[in-house]
Nanobody, 116 residues
């Protein structure tokens, strides 16, 4: 059974920073890409950022220049550094993994709340 462990969410003031982590139990050799999506109340789930096994990154327009995605292949972990957070960034953030063998799977989500 695949395990996907997310951490790092919480409450932060506008302008603050948070770092999310997501670790998968699958081997790095099976991972095509990892990334983060988010869903705010009453809205559709949207892309935040993804990173491929070749380190190609892709960002949603609303987070470009503020968020940075990175990965540690030795730890099968992806990170999302979020800076200059805005109230509009408030959402549940979901880790996503695209696996060459078993397809796509998701984490349970971690809440990020940006509020003064």
């Amino acid at each position: 059974q695949v395990q996907l462990v997310e951490s790092g969410g919480g409450l932060v003031q506008p302008g603050g920073s948070l770092r999310l982590s997501c670790a998968t139990s699958r081997s790095a050799f099976s991972i095509n890409a990892m990334g983060w999506y988010r869903q705010a109340p009453g809205k559709q789930r949207e892309l935040v950022a993804t990173i491929s096994s070749g380190d190609t990154t892709n960002y949603g327009d609303s987070v470009k220049g503020r968020f940075t995605i990175s990965r540690d292949s030795a730890k099968n972990t992806v990170y999302l550094q979020m800076n200059s957070l805005e109230p509009e960034d408030t959402a549940v953030y979901y880790c996503n993994v695209v696996d060459w063998v078993i397809g796509t799977y998701w984490g349970q989500g971690t809440q990020v709340t940006v509020s003064s």
